[in-house]
Every structure is written in C-alpha cells, then in structure tokens.
C-alpha cells in the first residue's frame, strides 16, 4: 500500500512558466514532507522541506504548500528553468528513525 | 568536502552470489542509512544506522543486513541474490538522527547500480 503518492509520472511545462508538481499521502502520522530532485546517474538532491504543522515554506523559486486536511502537498517552481528538468519525489519523513517514504516520481520536462 | 560516496559504481554478480556494497557519509555525519530504488520506483527505505546501532529497519527479508563502523561508514550485505534485487542502492547520511534533520535533508550519494543475473 502506497502511502506517498504522486500520481503524474510526467509533466511537461514551458520555459519560464509555472512548474506544480502534486502529491498526496495517507498516513496522518507523518511529521514531514520533502522534495528531491534526481538526474539520471546522480543521487537525490533535496530542495525543501515543510514541517506538518505549517501549510507554506518558500525558498527562491521553490515553494511547498501543504494542505493536512486533504492529505496534499504541492510542490510550485517559478519560474521553470531548463536545469529544472529532473525526475521530482516527495518524500515523508515519521519519527526520525523510519527513513524517507517516497512516492514514485514525476518527470518534469521543461520546454524551451 | 567530499560528499556521501558509495563502492562500487556498477556491479554485476549471479543469482545465489553475496554482495556488499560500501558507503562514507559525510564527515561529521553520524547516522547512515540505506535505500533501494527499483527501475520506475522511489526509493525504498531499507536501514538507518546511528552511532554504530540499527535504529530503523524497512520491509525486506533477513538477506540483506547491514553494520556501521566506529568511523561512521557502513555497509550493506545483501545474500542469496535474487534477480529481483537488481536496483540501485542508495545510500544517505545525516547530522543527526531526529526531526531537524527534514530542515535540511539527508543527503544521498549516487549509489551502486546492482545487476544479478
């Protein structure tokens, strides 16, 4: 049973515009969710993280909005740059000792 | 400053074989753990290692193991190899081992990409 969940395993977005990548979860008990950027042969990078008890964390170009009561993060970039393309997971994070729970990935294309 | 490295790179062994692959958190960092990520999947949660001790443990059978050394890097065993075992591994390393942790992440390494044939 999947408990992290993105459920777009591509998206394609033009140069400059607004890059959303969505996410949804199931478990309540999650303390935290992060974001992490992958390009192939390299291991994840974080990018930004938001703790459960807040609802926005911006950093740059980057901003995760977290919606508890639907169990929904987003992930917005703006604006989308070419270096953005990259495979996007969400990650969830319990009580320290549990590791990441990761979703499957999305596949942000930028276009130019 | 180096970050998380991982040894091998590659690798290819056969079904039945043994396997460990290696990894150096960053300097400083005390807690390792370790991923597996199959082709069009996240990566999955295996081990988490804190000051040489198993704190946490993933959904996969007694075949893989792993052990921190006193100088914080690990290793990851994996015996009895199946096809199915075929991923790349990933390992992560973090300052700590509680919640400020999701501040700043943990950092991955580029893992060992393992082929059993």
């Known amino acids: 049973d999947q408990q992290v969940k993105q459920n777009s395993p591509s998206l394609s977005v033009q140069e400059g515009r607004i890059s959303i990548l969505n996410c949804d979860y199931t478990n309540s008990m999650f303390d935290y969710f992060l974001w992490y950027k992958k390009y192939p042969a390299e291991g994840p990078t974080f990018l930004i993280s938001i703790s459960s008890i807040k609802d926005k964390n911006e950093d740059g170009r980057f901003t995760v909005f977290l919606n508890k009561s639907a169990k929904h993060l987003s992930l917005h970039i703006v604006p989308s740059q070419p270096g953005d393309s990259a495979v996007y997971f969400c990650?969830?994070?319990?009580?320290?000792?549990?590791?990441?729970?990761f979703g499957k990935g999305t596949h942000l294309i930028i276009q130019p | 400053d180096a970050g998380v490295t991982q040894s091998p790179t590659h690798l290819i062994k056969t079904r039945g074989q043994h396997v460990t692959l290696r990894c150096s958190p960053i300097s400083g960092h005390k807690s390792v753990s370790w991923y597996q990520q199959v082709l069009g999947q996240g990566p999955q949660f295996i081990f988490q290692?804190?000051?040489?001790?198993?704190?946490g443990r993933g959904n996969f059978p007694d075949r893989f193991s792993a052990r921190q050394f006193p100088n914080y890097s690990s290793e990851l065993n994996v015996n009895a190899l199946l096809l199915g075992d075929s991923a790349l591994y990933l390992c992560?390393?973090?300052?700590?081992?509680?919640?400020?942790?999701?501040?700043?992440?943990?950092?991955f390494g580029s893992g060992t990409r393992l082929t059993v044939v």
């Open positions: 290692y804190y000051e040489k001790e198993e704190r």
């Open positions: 992560a390393s973090s300052l700590l081992l509680d919640a400020s942790t999701a501040n700043y992440g943990y950092t």
């Open positions: 990650a969830a994070m319990g009580g320290g000792a549990d590791g990441l729970t």
